[in-house]
T-cell receptor
Framework: AQKVTQAQTEISVVEKEDVTLDCVYETRDTTYYLFWYKQPPSGELVFLIRRNSFDEQNEISGRYSWNFQKSTSSFNFTITASQVVDSAVYFCALSEAVSSGSARQLTFGSGTQLTVLP | DSGVTQTPKHLITATGQRVTLRCSPRSGDLSVYWYQQSLDQGLQFLIQYYNGEERAKGNILERFSAQQFPDLHSELNLSSLELGDSALYFC??????????????FGPGTRLTVL
């Protein structure tokens, strides 16, 4: 069975600080996909990034960066120079490989509430 | 805007009642997924449909059912509602691109309150 653990329930930082959100996953599959979603106070789920299990390159997108380490089954998310607008719940998720032409369902972690104070 | 629409946005009903939540996927997406987000259970996968057929089932109660219609919109039916069914229900859709995986894009959700 798949499992995603986000041990940090809540994190509070002051604006302009860097913050890292941790994500540890468990799966028996050799091919899988990892995701991060953002849920702002308005409630919608916003897709941030997808990472394939066979691609361990770290990725940077503006102030966001992701560190995927297969050896430790972790997919951590760092926000550099945080802003108040980054305040949201962040979810890490895992999915198995595509099956019969359709993407598989997501297994979500419990989320990390990030509060960025002005 | 993800392109996935869900109606209604809010729903308030009483215990024992039955409700229907509706989802229209993004144009061209064949897969529809339903998820439930509650305070105690977090974000849970309920059920997936692909081109009209049930593809996968998660932690969906027997009181809940879903279907996907020929125009690819989907409905989630919740019956004999209990207080614990109060939650945010998300629909997502995806299409598998030629290169492999397709991201799931989520609708705005339907907030169900059972009184």
């Amino acid at each position: 069975a798949q499992k995603v653990t986000q041990a940090q329930t809540e994190i509070s930082v002051v604006e302009k600080e860097d913050v890292t959100l941790d994500c540890v996953y468990e799966t028996r599959d050799t091919t899988y996909y990892l995701f991060w979603y953002k849920q702002p106070p308005s409630g919608e789920l916003v897709f941030l990034i997808r990472r394939n299990s066979f691609d361990e390159q770290n990725e940077i997108s503006g102030r966001y960066s992701w560190n995927f380490q297969k050896s430790t089954s972790s997919f951590n998310f760092t926000i550099t120079a945080s802003q108040v607008v980054d305040s949201a719940v962040y979810f890490c998720a895992l999915s198995e490989a595509v099956s019969s032409g359709s993407a598989r369902q997501l297994t979500f972690g419990s989320g990390t509430q990030l509060t960025v104070l002005p | 805007d993800s392109g996935v629409t869900q109606t209604p946005k809010h729903l308030i009903t009483a215990t024992g009642q039955r409700v229907t939540l509706r989802c229209s996927p993004r144009s061209g997406d064949l897969s529809v997924y339903w998820y439930q987000q509650s305070l105690d259970q977090g974000l849970q996968f309920l059920i997936q449909y692909y081109n009209g057929e049930e593809r996968a089932k998660g932690n969906i109660l027997e009181r809940f059912s879903a279907q996907q219609f020929p125009d690819l919109h989907s409905e989630l039916n919740l019956s004999s509602l209990e207080l614990g069914d109060s939650a945010l229900y998300f629909c997502a859709s995806s299409v598998v691109a030629s290169g492999g995986f397709g991201e799931q894009f989520f609708g705005p959700g339907t907030r169900l309150t059972v009184l």
